[in-house]
């Protein structure tokens, strides 16, 4: 088992024509594989209501792994 960091993002136009991204969630999880953090994250926030556009799927080193927000998949 890993440590995966899920990460939601919704990207914003500005008025300048510049694009931006901005997080809406953030979880930490225990799985097997990427993908199953990703399943596992979408089941504990639910991302069709929140128009998210972009997913972040990002392993996290065994030196970094902190308590808050840790689910196991």
């Not at 990207?11 to 990427?34: E, F, I, M, V, Y």
């Amino acid at each position: 088992m890993s440590k995966f960091r899920v990460s939601f993002y919704k990207t914003r136009r500005h008025a300048s024509g510049h694009s931006s991204k901005h997080l809406l969630r953030q979880l930490d999880l225990t799985s097997d594989s990427p993908s199953g953090a990703l399943v596992a994250a979408e089941r504990l926030f639910d991302p069709r209501g929140s128009e998210i556009d972009c997913v972040e799927v990002v392993n996290i080193p065994p030196a970094s792994h902190s308590v808050a927000n840790t689910v196991s998949a």
